[in-house]
């Protein structure tokens, strides 16, 4: 399973999004220049969360999108589904997909379905607030990451 670039720009926009939470509305012209993403490819995003009540938009001077929830009330997994579809690592876990007639007796079906779960389990239980508050952590996160490598290059060394 792998996320696509509409799925990951989708996160990405509404962390933007999520950082001025409140009555600014940011033009859709200026996300796409700070994330780095194309105005068209962007176009093709924004009517898919603003048709399902994640945003909304506003038209002439002052314009642009906001948030119409509070990021602690926006599921990651929510939004993936919504850009990506089902998020089944295989084709017999996909919704609406005709029934595999090997599930009963496929051994490897079970793994599926329980790293289906967790993929899902993992994005329900993660929200926009999430995303922002690693955004402020990365700093502290880089730092313990350093030191980390520090402590397993000298019990590398030692050996």
């Given at each position: ?66 948030l ?8 990651l ?36 379905v ?20 690693r955004d ?9 990451q350093g ?5 397993e290059t ?6």
């Open positions: 399973m792998m996320i696509s670039t509409r799925g990951r720009y989708a996160l990405r926009v509404l962390a933007e999004l999520a950082e001025k939470s409140g009555n600014e509305y940011v033009p859709m012209k200026e996300i796409a220049e700070r994330q780095g993403i194309s105005l068209k490819y962007l176009e093709r995003i924004i009517p898919v969360l603003s048709k399902n009540g994640i945003i909304e938009g506003l038209q002439g001077k002052g314009g642009g999108y906001r119409i929830k509070p990021p602690e009330e926006c599921r997994g929510d939004i993936l589904r919504l850009t990506e579809g089902d998020l089944a690592p295989v084709t017999c876990l996909e919704q609406g997909v005709k029934p595999c007639e090997r599930t009963y007796e496929c051994r490897t079906y079970p793994v599926w329980e790293f289906y779960r967790l993929v899902n389990d993992y994005f329900d239980n993660k929200t926009l607030a999430d995303i922002i508050r402020t952590c990365a700093t502290e996160d880089k730092e313990a030191r980390k490598r520090k402590e000298f019990w590398q060394n030692r050996t």
